[in-house]
């Protein structure tokens, strides 16, 4: 059976912890992205995090149901970190731009916990804002209900897709990172025209580009291909289904 949540206002009355802090949602957060980062994710436990609150461990099922909880609130607030600061300015395509090249950047920027998050549906505060500003910015711009669900698709998972596979690569070894981007300059720039011709025509170029991530272009490539659709919809109509 899941534990129950203790509400906000009776979690702020509880005694700090034995080093004299008093905990909160946000800290509990935050302590778990630094136990991703320094341990992966299979460092992430409840006892290691209440060694690292200097906590009984079970304190923290009054703010969480259980770890898979956690995680949610995790993956929320790098929502909730892509999204500071972020206004719409009524131009559509500049402000979809913004808002993916901050998730993305918000993700990448913690990539262990990216790989446990960016699969999970959350819920929560930040993702519905998330969520209701990408709607709207594409509502606003004059795309109908079945084009902006289809776009609003299309936008959020590949820019969650591509935050998954950038941080996959982040979170390997420094070793496995160098051997990968390594291969490309070794292994594919040396394949010989003859048996190859076009990785051998274009590895110069490969060896910039795929040590890079491809998400700023299939963005853009998105982007085009809706503002192509809004365009042929001002001129002629939707389509009759």
């Given at each position: 059976m899941?534990k129950?949540?203790?509400?906000?206002?009776r979690?702020?009355?509880?005694?700090p912890?034995?080093?004299?802090?008093?905990?909160?949602?946000?800290?509990?957060v935050?302590?778990a992205?630094r136990l991703?980062?320094?341990?992966?994710?299979?460092?992430?436990?409840?006892?290691?995090?209440?060694?690292a609150?200097?906590?009984?461990?079970?304190?923290?099922?009054?703010?969480?149901?259980?770890?898979?909880?956690?995680?949610?609130?995790?993956g929320?607030?790098?929502?909730?970190?892509?999204?500071?600061?972020?206004?719409?300015?009524?131009?559509w395509?500049?402000d979809?731009?913004?808002?993916?090249?901050?998730?993305?950047?918000?993700?990448?920027?913690h990539?262990?916990?990216?790989q446990?998050?960016t699969?999970?549906?959350?819920?929560?505060?930040?993702?519905?804002?998330?969520?209701?500003?990408v709607?709207?910015?594409?509502?606003?711009a004059?795309?109908p209900?079945?084009?902006t669900?289809?776009?609003?698709?299309?936008?959020?998972?590949?820019?969650?897709?591509?935050a998954?596979?950038?941080?996959?690569?982040?979170?390997?070894p420094?070793?496995?990172?160098?051997?990968?981007?390594?291969?490309w300059?070794?292994?594919?720039?040396?394949?010989?025209?003859?048996t190859?011709?076009?990785?051998?025509?274009?590895?110069?170029?490969?060896?910039?580009?795929?040590v890079?991530?491809?998400?700023?272009?299939?963005?853009?490539?998105?982007?085009?291909?809706?503002?192509?659709?809004?365009?042929a919809?001002?001129?002629?109509?939707?389509?009759?289904s």
């Amino acid at each position: 059976m899941a534990k129950q949540v203790v509400p906000e206002e009776r979690r702020r009355r509880r005694r700090p912890t034995r080093s004299g802090t008093v905990l909160s949602e946000r800290l509990i957060v935050e302590a778990a992205l630094r136990l991703l980062r320094e341990h992966g994710s299979t460092g992430l436990t409840a006892r290691r995090l209440g060694l690292a609150l200097d906590c009984d461990p079970s304190t923290l099922y009054r703010y969480f149901r259980g770890m898979d909880d956690l995680t949610l609130a995790i993956g929320d607030a790098l929502i909730g970190e892509a999204l500071r600061g972020w206004r719409p300015t009524g131009q559509w395509r500049a402000d979809l731009h913004a808002v993916g090249v901050r998730i993305h950047a918000a993700y990448v920027a913690h990539p262990q916990a990216a790989q446990l998050t960016t699969s999970r549906v959350t819920g929560r505060a930040n993702e519905l804002a998330a969520d209701e500003a990408v709607l709207d910015v594409l509502r606003t711009a004059g795309f109908p209900l079945p084009e902006t669900v289809r776009i609003y698709h299309a936008f959020i998972d590949q820019t969650l897709a591509f935050a998954a596979l950038d941080a996959a690569a982040l979170a390997l070894p420094r070793a496995a990172q160098r051997a990968d981007d390594g291969m490309w300059r070794s292994t594919y720039a040396r394949l010989p025209v003859e048996t190859h011709p076009r990785i051998a025509e274009a590895a110069a170029l490969l060896s910039t580009r795929m040590v890079t991530s491809a998400y700023p272009t299939a963005l853009e490539m998105l982007l085009d291909s809706a503002q192509t659709r809004l365009a042929a919809l001002r001129e002629h109509g939707p389509a009759e289904s």
